[in-house]
T-cell receptor
Framework: NAGVMQNPRHLVRRRGQEARLRCSPMKGHSHVYWYRQLPEEGLKFMVYLQKENIIDESGMPKERFSAEFPKEGPSILRIQQVVRGDSAAYFC???????????FGDGTRLSIL | GEDVEQSLFLSVREGDSSVINCTYTDSSSTYLYWYKQEPGAGLQLLTY?????DMKQDQRLTVLLNKKDKHLSLRIADTQTGDSAIYFCAETFYGNNRLAFGKGNQVVVIP
């Protein structure tokens, strides 16, 4: 299966800890998008990255959240000092170039105790 | 703005047609999409339509776009139990690649 791979599928953290979410795009795709889905809500855009570059981070909270997509390896969404309000499903999507339909992974469900 | 509105719940009998509606406010959208989300899963791209088109048909799926009213609909013919899911409409805009999603419409198919 050459789809978008996200891990872990489920992540539990205590308040104040760090959460690291990983996303490997589809084979041949170099554009990655992160979205957050709160309970009973639609998805909200967070950040759009190409290899080694952040293209659009207009949806990222200003503090505690960061994202990267290194030359080698998966894209990482990092949340420092997690709080209860960070509990959500985080989805990654990828495309081979901008403007193409985005294909999603199965998401990481983050729970904060 | 990027407001996308969807009604919340629809129940339909197996074999009937189901229609899911979506309205959007930004006329600068480029593509409009329908995604399906089953419980605990990610989003599956069902179909999409370019903003200068009125209709697109893909097997059991028909997408209608009314640009004047900024209204998008998805019709599923011969609805099956496997069609039970949450359906999201989404749009992209000129000049950026992010998707703006509605809150979703839950479809329950009754056998």
């Amino acid at each position: 299966n050459a789809g978008v791979m996200q891990n872990p599928r489920h992540l539990v953290r205590r308040r104040g800890q760090e959460a690291r979410l990983r996303c490997s795009p589809m084979k041949g795709h170099s554009h990655v998008y992160w979205y957050r889905q709160l309970p009973e809500e639609g998805l909200k855009f967070m950040v759009y990255l190409q290899k080694e570059n952040i293209i659009d981070e207009s949806g990222m909270p200003k503090e505690r959240f960061s994202a990267e997509f290194p030359k080698e390896g998966p894209s990482i969404l990092r949340i420092q000092q997690v709080v209860r309000g960070d509990s959500a499903a985080y989805f990654c999507a990828s495309t081979d170039r901008g403007g193409q339909p985005q294909h999603f992974g199965d998401g990481t469900r983050l729970s904060i105790l | 703005g990027e407001d996308v509105e969807q009604s919340l719940f629809l129940s339909v009998r197996e074999g009937d047609s189901s229609v899911i509606n979506c309205t959007y406010t930004d006329s600068s959208s480029t593509y409009l999409y329908w995604y399906k989300q089953e419980p605990g899963a990610g989003l599956q791209l069902l179909t999409y339509i370019f903003s200068n088109m009125d209709m697109k048909q893909d097997q059991r799926l028909t997408v209608l776009l009314n640009k004047k009213d900024k209204h998008l609909s998805l019709r599923i013919a011969d609805t099956q139990t496997g069609d039970s899911a949450i359906y999201f409409c989404a749009e992209t805009f000129y000049g950026n690649n992010r998707l703006a999603f509605g809150k979703g419409n839950q479809v329950v198919v009754i056998p």
